[in-house]
């Protein structure tokens, strides 16, 4: 039997923005933290430019892609997250253990 996968494109560009978002903010608060004159200004602009991209993907999201920001993009994004950080932990004791046995 066959079963073919419906892939939610909206969903999976809508997480994209987020990350994308999340990792200008991050990124962009670091640098205009730490970093040097022209550093500072690039790292502000990063900040600024995350902010737009976030604010565009919860605000925008229901009415552009018609997906519920934090039903279908959050939500599963923080349970897969969760379950990709306990699978890597799991994989990673197997491999301290059999290092150690060794």
Do not use: C
């Amino acid at each position: 039997m066959v079963t073919s996968f419906n892939w939610n494109w909206d969903a999976f560009v809508m997480v994209i923005l987020a990350l994308l978002a999340l990792a200008l903010i991050v990124f962009g608060a670091l640098t205009a933290y730490f970093g040097s004159s022209k550093s500072r200004i690039v790292g502000s602009v990063l900040l600024i430019v995350g902010l737009v991209i976030g604010i565009f993907t919860i605000f925008g999201s229901s009415s552009v892609a018609h997906v519920s920001f934090v039903y279908q993009v959050l939500e599963p994004t923080v349970f897969y997250l969760i379950a990709s950080i306990i699978g890597v932990l799991i994989g990673l004791l197997i491999f301290l253990g059999a290092i150690m046995k060794t």
